[in-house]
């Protein structure tokens, strides 16, 4: 309570915003879970759940300017996105391949977040890829001398690639205006962090590329939250890049093509589940007076009843015409 | 000769193996001297060499026992192949390109050191992409239960590429009997370190990958010893790998295709030519009495002479005969 109350007054985060915060994760949350159910129902080919890791991507992408700043997600990004501001039928467009999927016209996998307007860029799915291009947005920004700032993000398994650590470096050498968000949920799909790595915090990498590095609760937003903060006052500040390792836990099998019983143990997702941050939040909130069960009602109906609309318009509307195969490969300028 | 073993620093050498570190740091010198020779006569089509690394060199690959631990050098390491065991003949058959090349047969570019029995291991002329091949063997020598070390050897231009991460980090995972040797001559071809990484020691970053990282003086063969004797005592106990970041200069271009002088000042050589490492080790030598003048002046005209006579050798040996260019491109019988 004393603690969340330091945390408001230190980001200067009102009320409004909390319940932003809030709202984003729930949302995120109830479109993890809806499209592990229609995955379910053979309606779409394939999920990616972000349950379990809303506190770390909303805390950090609250705190970009949307539009602005350029975001690097990985596919477990939904809350990412949403935060950034796309939609349930956004994103529920890519899931089902429609013909308006505004990622890839149905063309990519599910949770390849893309959005032009608001400058979310499109992933391949080798992991860690999006890492240097992250990198060289920061850099264009830079030599452009742009007040913008390039967030990557990645999961623990990315730390062990090539792809990694060139970034970090480059970012370091040339004191970019990044910052990498490190989702650490201690599996890479079944590789457990100790297979991973034989450090504890893979943020000590950063002392090795010449910036800071900070492991935050990956479960409490407004941690995640004050840490992103800082780390976008320093890029303000010209001070380059900063590597937050968030950690948390995923709580659902790593895709619907997943089944973590098979390298998890039931007890250890049951210790995770308790810590849930979409169920801690609120309770936080309701502590400090922000939130009330009514409120709170209020939130989840119309996540809920966003997430069925978004759902029932989506799933009425068109495949891409099998003629369209060819475009959305270069930028278009005529045909938009 | 004097008894050395009590001289601080000796690292507990004797004398006959402290003017041996000499010999082979001469050696190394001097047929890195040759080859550039040689290239500018027309002779040889290409020299990367190692001039300013003698100490380094030699110094981390005397504590290895040869024929038994692995040895993955990279271009400039005259020296470490020297002091393994190849020879002076070995080295310029390669860089003339003779039929009797150890390394590849007259096939690869120069300096791509190997020699199945000495088990230093050919490395591709692209940065870096040894170190996986160093821990690959590593896990090899692990999974087989051996007491194998692996010596791997790359430059500060090699710690910016993804397999020097990669290979690092799957050392730290696994334990690996492996010693990674960052050779920080302060340039990559032409670019410095401080465009390259933005710490002052690279060694930092062992940290990172759960084991130590030691930073020593390049130019100092008898700190470089006993930093190597340290990291491969540990190696083949099982505890793991370690990084060692020898920092150091390279007095000479990069290669015979580099002008040095468009990056470096000429100040900046004479300064780092000043703290040659022969230079350095012959006077530690005399200070201590480990040899005099005469004998240290009896050395240099030794390895001259053998790497005369190599040359020789080596010149009047057989190119590769154009019906054998397939060869050697799987094990033979």
């Known amino acids: 309570m004393t603690a969340i109350k330091e945390a408001i007054k230190t980001h200067g985060l009102t009320e409004k915003q909390l319940l932003q915060m809030l709202e984003k994760m729930l949302l995120a949350r109830a479109l993890s879970v809806r499209q592990r159910i229609l995955q379910r129902m053979g309606k779409g080919p394939m999920t990616f759940s972000g349950e379990g890791h809303e506190a770390a991507q909303v805390g950090s992408a609250f705190a970009l300017r949307p539009g602005v700043d350029w975001v690097f997600p990985y596919y477990r990004d939904v ?110 799909i079944s590789v457990p962090w100790r297979k991973q790595a034989a450090i504890e915090n893979v943020s000590i990498r950063a002392q090795g590329y010449g910036f800071p590095g900070v492991s935050v609760d990956g479960n409490d937003v407004l941690a995640v939250y004050g840490a992103m903060s800082e780390a976008v006052k320093r890029v303000r500040a010209g001070e380059g890049p900063t590597l937050i390792e968030a950690k948390t836990y995923r709580l659902m099998p790593h895709s619907s093509d997943d089944d973590d019983r098979r390298y998890r143990t039931r007890e250890e997702v049951e210790a995770w589940s308790a810590k849930d941050s979409v169920a801690a939040f609120p309770h936080q909130l309701k502590e400090l007076g922000v939130l009330d069960d009514n409120a709170e009602k209020e939130i989840n109906d119309r996540v809920n009843h966003e997430v069925d609309a978004a759902t029932d318009q989506v799933e009425q509307e068109p495949q891409p015409e099998a003629p369209t195969a060819l475009r959305h490969v270069f930028v278009e300028k005529e045909r938009s | ?174 334990k690996l009997a492996v010693i990674f040797v960052i050779e920080n001559n302060q340039y990559a071809i032409s670019v410095p370190t401080r465009k390259q990484f933005a710490v002052e020691d690279v060694s930092t970053r062992a940290e990172g990958y759960g084991f130590p990282g030691v930073t020593v003086d390049g130019n100092d063969v008898l700190a470089v010893y006993a930093a190597a004797k340290d990291a491969i005592e540990r190696a083949r106990r099982g505890d793991g790998a370690t990084l060692i970041e020898a920092k150091t200069y390279r007095l000479v271009p990069h290669t015979s295709d580099d002008d040095d002088r468009r990056y470096r000042s000429r100040e900046e050589v004479e300064q780092w030519t000043a703290r040659d490492p022969l230079v350095r080790y012959r006077g530690w030598l005399k200070e201590y009495n480990v040899a005099d003048e005469r004998k240290l002046d009896g050395l240099h005209e030794q390895a001259a002479r053998e790497v005369d006579e190599a040359t020789e050798e080596a010149e009047n040996a057989p190119t590769p005969k154009p019906e054998s260019a397939l060869t050697h491109v799987f094990v033979e019988d």
Request: proline share 5%.
């Open chain 1, 79 to 188: 809350a990412v996105a949403v935060t950034i501001g796309m939609t349930p039928v956004d994103i529920l467009r890519g899931f089902f391949a429609r013909r308006d999927d505004i990622n890839s016209g149905g063309r990519n996998m599910p949770s390849h977040f893309s959005h032009l307007g608001l400058r979310i860029v499109s992933g391949s799915a080798p992991i860690a890829t999006q890492l240097p291009h992250a990198v060289g947005a920061a850099l264009a920004a830079k030599l452009r001398k742009l007040d913008e700032i390039a967030v990557g993000y990645s999961g623990d398994g990315s730390t062990s690639t090539g792809d990694w650590h060139e970034s970090m470096n480059f970012a370091g050498v040339q004191r970019l205006p990044v910052i990498f968000v490190c989702e650490h949920n201690n599996y890479a």
């Open chain 2, 1 to 174: 000769m004097v008894s050395v073993k009590e001289i601080q620093g000796a690292a507990g050498l004797s004398g006959d193996q402290l003017l041996d570190i000499y010999y082979k740091m001469l050696l190394a010198r001097t047929v890195g001297q040759r080859e550039r020779m040689l290239n500018r006569m027309g002779k040889g089509p290409f020299a990367v060499t190692g001039e300013g690394h003698e100490a380094t060199q030699v110094g981390t690959a005397f504590p290895l026992k040869p024929g038994y631990d692995w040895v993955v050098p990279y271009y400039r390491d005259i020296g470490v192949a020297l002091t393994i065991g190849q020879s002076p003949r070995d080295l310029l058959l390669a860089h003339l390109s003779r039929a009797d090349d150890i390394s590849s047969s007259g096939r690869n570019m120069p300096s791509h050191f190997s020699d199945p029995h000495l088990r230093i291991v050919s490395g591709s002329a692209p940065v870096a992409t040894h170190l996986p091949h160093g821990a690959g063997i590593a896990l090899a020598s692990k999974l087989r239960g051996l007491d194998e070390v692996t010596i791997v050897y790359t430059g500060d231009g090699g710690t910016s590429t993804g397999d020097c991460h990669e290979a690092m980090n799957f050392a730290g995972v696994h």
